[in-house]
């Protein structure tokens, strides 16, 4: 069976999520809060974005695949 790809990438950015959420336990600093704010937020908005759409094109292409069989 294939994996999909939008499902793995969800799977992973919420194991990292987890990993980041565990890190800010200990990391309280203003460094931290710049990271979060400047990297780790866009990231992961933009990730989520992108596994969407992602997901999207997926099932439009499985769509046309099954409408076009013989």
Request: proline content about 3%.
């Amino acid at each position: 069976m294939f994996a999909r790809p939008d499902e793995d990438g969800g799977h992973l950015l919420r194991v990292i999520d987890s990993i980041w959420r565990k890190t800010q336990q200990s990391w309280r600093d203003d460094l931290a809060r710049n990271f979060e704010t400047a990297y780790w937020t866009p990231l992961l908005t933009e990730s989520r974005t992108y596994l969407s759409a992602l997901g999207e094109c997926l099932e439009t292409m499985s769509a046309a695949e099954r409408d076009t069989e013989f």
